[in-house]
């Protein structure tokens, strides 16, 4: 067993790395300089905590959260680890206990806010503490153009280069224009070492669906998951306000939360999601990084995402435990104009915004796919994918048939109205609406009038939406929004290029079933029970329920059932320290009552050694009053049993020196009988 093997089973309860976490531990570990871009819930946390107890002095995580660093904060002590966070939300007396353990040379992990930097006695502070590793999250937060980005992560390359030390950064969502970006600004152009560990996240099903009611589509989906953790993504506060209203009147527990509230309001809802089971949160972006709850089972998006990158880094957010996720994404027409008038009318150059539009495109491919959605989210990616029968595309593949005469009539419209005008009244045109625009303007006289007719007006809207989806056409925001035509319309105005479109005129009504159950219908009784023990200890504690135990622990433990501290040791999550707090307790819920184990022996629960001093204490109660049984008792204590079991001494003489000779006299041999016979 290595170092960090040993550190991942006694501190953090595993048997085995995730796919990909060893390599990247062992390179952190080692001190190179690593950028590593993981799939959220990947564990990338565990890549520079496990590394930050392996290596000397401490560990700045820089974290763009406060709510974030105080979770991980928090499970890194139920675990045994001493960590600290400080920010500005720190108490005063919390703050002297994290000085005083820097002070004291015991602190090994040390959580900051990016903001902190701007303060001048930051630096003098860093280097007064002996910071032997700096540590970022949410790396991608270092892109100027990207969705996220933070200023103050831009003063994170020249700590490093002042410190001296290696830096390791972490983030889910870095295409390679963006990491490229993160490796010079972190990096100072470098050459750190790149893992790419993969962006798939299986667990999550994919969908999207055109919107038609979109509040009654919320309500149908959200239904259809009563009583499971989800968030619902809106664009604007005042509708989340109105969404969550319309969800409680539904019979969910819901709340909004946008950037509009006071920050109070706002750490309440954060606290409330973290600790409650089954709440529902109608949130902007705003409500983003800060989201570490490892069981939401589902994440709608109310309105189109800005980018593909905010797409995947927020649908990330379900299903990090690994358990069943699902998503669905509603977008319109509305949705694409007003993401286009907002990159034409940002402030940013115009490269930027042919990139910007390009990502927009992008998530619009995905939107309005033909074929598996993974297959084009991970392509975006890089990666190349199979059909993954978790998305709706693949669950009812979409009706399409050949688009190209009617876009070619819609193009037709657009020309001979010379771009001036909407999806709305060039339908009107398509269709020979007699309407006063119509009229007014002698578009009744146009070649293009009344030709659309073998379409229904809701079908012609979904023809605009998917040519707008294909970037064939664009909102012109100094034409208030008026259609005009791409480059890339002209090869299928000249009958040039064909093009496919999806029959679907309206959305789909959602048909899935309810979220998966996490355990079968027989272990369901008990692991209610036991999620009902962790959250009294959660409100004990004043923690995150899943700081106590994720989903996935308790999910073990209802369906292997351990009936003794041993078993209950090799439950994934169960690490060394939480056996010895909440054993006992959870053993209780499965069996009906509680195992007594002397702490010496409880250390040891559910490994080898632990067999070996059961072992060697049954020996030892066979002599403790020698061969004959007339000898005065003798008997060797818990620590030095368990010394014994772990350290495994191969002769006579290693027993000695354990034991000493009078204890050795008596059960040396029997002690090394034990021993040679162990497996």
Not at 417 to 422: I, V
């Amino acid at each position: 067993m290595t170092a960090a093997t040993g550190l991942l089973r006694d501190v953090f309860g595993f048997d085995a790395f995730r796919e990909g976490q060893e390599e990247i531990v062992q390179a952190v570990a080692a001190g190179e300089n690593v950028l590593a871009i993981m799939p959220t819930g990947g564990g990338k946390s565990l890549c520079y905590q496990l590394p930050a107890l392996m290596r000397q002095g401490v560990t700045v995580v820089i974290s763009p959260l406060i709510a974030l660093m105080r979770d991980q904060v928090r499970a890194l002590r139920e675990a045994g680890v001493e960590a600290g966070a400080l920010t500005s939300g720190n108490t005063p007396e919390e703050n002297d206990a994290v000085w005083q353990a820097l002070e004291a040379q015991r602190l090994k992990l040390l959580y900051i806010a990016p903001e902190r930097l701007a303060a001048g006695a930051a630096l003098g502070m860093l280097r007064r503490i002996g910071v032997g590793l700096i540590a970022v999250d949410e790396a991608h937060c270092v892109s100027q153009w990207g969705h996220d980005f933070r200023p103050d992560y831009l003063r994170i390359g020249e700590l490093r280069k002042t410190l001296g030390v290696p830096l390791a950064a972490f983030t889910a969502t870095a295409d390679q224009e963006t990491r490229d970006e993160i490796v010079e600004r972190l990096f100072d152009g470098g050459a750190p070492r790149i893992f790419l560990g993969g962006f798939d996240r299986p667990n999550i099903h994919l969908a999207f669906a055109a919107k038609e009611q979109p509040r009654r589509q919320i309500l149908a989906f959200a239904a259809a998951r009563r009583g499971q953790s989800g968030i619902v993504y809106c664009g604007t506060r005042a509708k989340t306000e109105a969404l969550a209203q319309a969800l409680r009147d539904d019979g969910h527990n819901a709340c909004a939360y946008h950037g509009g509230m006071e920050a109070e309001a706002r750490r309440e809802v954060e606290i409330r999601f973290s600790r409650e089971d089954g709440l529902v949160v109608v949130a902007t972006v705003a409500f983003g990084m800060g989201v570490d709850k490892p069981d939401i089972r589902w994440v709608a998006h109310a309105d189109l995402p800005k980018s593909i990158e905010a797409y995947y880094q927020e649908i990330g957010r379900g299903g990090r435990d690994g358990g069943p996720a699902d998503t669905l994404t509603l977008y319109g027409p509305d949705d694409i104009r007003l993401r286009r008038s907002q990159i034409d009318e940002g402030l940013a150059p115009p490269a930027r915004r042919m990139a910007d539009h390009a990502r927009l495109n992008a998530l619009l491919g995905l939107a309005e796919a033909l074929a598996c959605r993974r297959t084009a989210l991970l392509g975006y990616f890089g990666e190349t994918t199979g059909p993954c029968g978790n998305c709706d595309l693949c669950d009812s593949p979409p009706e399409v048939f050949d688009g190209t005469q009617a876009v070619r009539k819609a193009l037709s419209a657009i020309l001979r109205t010379e771009e001036w005008f909407g999806a709305g009244h060039l339908i009107d045109i398509l269709l020979g609406a007699d309407t006063p625009k119509i009229r007014e303007r002698g578009h009744d006289s146009l070649p293009t009038f009344g030709v659309g007719r073998d379409y229904s007006r809701a079908q012609w809207g979904a023809i605009f939406r998917q040519m707008m989806g294909h970037d064939l056409i664009r909102p012109n925001p100094e034409r208030h929004g008026a259609l005009t035509m791409t480059d890339a319309a002209l090869p299928i105005l000249r009958d040039q290029q064909k093009i496919t479109l999806r029959r679907d005129s309206v959305a789909r009504p959602d048909r899935r079933p309810a979220v998966k159950m996490l355990v079968n219908e027989e272990d369901a009784p008990l692991l209610s029970a036991l999620k009902a023990k962790r959250r009294a200890l959660a409100e004990a504690a004043s923690v995150p329920a899943y700081v106590i135990f994720t989903d996935r622990t308790l999910v073990e433990m209802a369906e292997t059932r351990p009936n003794t501290l041993d078993g209950m040791a090799r439950i994934g999550g169960v690490g060394a320290k939480k056996l010895e707090r909440y054993g006992a307790a959870f053993l209780e819920v499965i069996v009906g009552a509680a195992e007594a184990m002397h702490p010496a022996r409880l250390k040891l629960a559910g490994r080898d050694a632990g067999t070996l001093y059961d072992r060697l204490l049954q020996a030892q109660a066979d002599l403790m009053r020698g061969d004959r049984g007339l000898d005065k008792p003798m008997s060797c204590s818990s620590a030095l049993l368990a010394r014994v079991a772990q350290q495994r001494p191969a002769d006579m003489a290693g027993v000695e020196r354990l034991l000493g000779a009078r204890r050795a006299e008596r059960f040396g041999a029997a002690f090394l009988d034990v021993l040679h016979n162990a497996p």
